[in-house]
């Protein structure tokens, strides 16, 4: 099968649904927007036949995990798990001020690169498999973050569980400028210092 062919047919497709995915803004701290762009997702992920795991969440977004095919044959022992996130840095209304636009070969938006268009090839992929017939030879399960931007502690603990039950994980993280892939990831600690006291008033002499 001639992959690039595939899906350079379908390039108008992919680029409406990752449009519609940018349309719905979803910044990390408003769950009512993170929840709204999440929905849809899934229900495109639904069309291509999948099992979703809803995990709700009361201060952030919603957690989903879209598990494919579904059902898996008893013969698939393995799972290959996809992180993703649907959260971005962006504020409810920068669309306004950054539209989604094409030029050239470019695609420009809030959230476009990071990372809506993952989500919008992963589900590209998977439907692939149903279009052309194909068996997977491992489970695979789409992690969808929430909260990804932030951090969240539940995320976490579904990340660590998906990750023991998977022989390989791949972060659809961007890649890095000329498309080279991201092997690994620092971390990285953010602190708050507050100082409680009271002043200290030093005298100082100065000689003539």
Request: contains cysteine; hydrophobic residues 40%.
């Amino acid at each position: 099968m001639d992959f690039y062919h595939y899906y350079k047919s379908r390039k108008g497709e992919m680029i409406n649904l990752l449009k519609e995915m940018v349309s719905r803004e979803s910044p990390s701290g408003d769950k009512k927007a993170v929840d709204a762009c999440s929905s849809f997702v899934i229900e495109e992920f639904k069309k291509i036949g999948v099992n979703i795991i809803r995990i709700p969440q009361k201060e952030t977004g919603t957690l989903y995990v879209a598990e494919f095919p579904h059902p898996a044959p008893k013969i698939i022992t393995e799972q290959i798990l996809l992180l993703t996130h649907i959260d971005t840095v962006w504020p409810v209304g920068k669309l306004h001020k950054m539209p989604f636009y094409v030029s050239e070969e470019k695609v420009f938006g809030p959230g476009v690169l990071d990372m809506k268009a993952s989500l919008v090839m992963t589900l590209s992929s998977l439907k692939a498999f149903n279009e052309l017939n194909i068996q997977p030879q491992k489970k695979i399960a789409v992690f969808i973050n929430s909260a990804e931007e932030i951090g969240s502690d539940a995320s976490y603990e579904v990340i660590r569980n998906l990750c023991k039950k998977s022989t390989y994980v791949l972060c659809l993280e961007p890649s890095l400028p000329g498309g080279a892939l991201k092997t690994q990831r620092k971390g990285r600690l953010v602190v708050r210092i507050e100082a409680r006291g009271k002043p200290l008033t030093l005298g100082l002499q100065t000689k003539a």
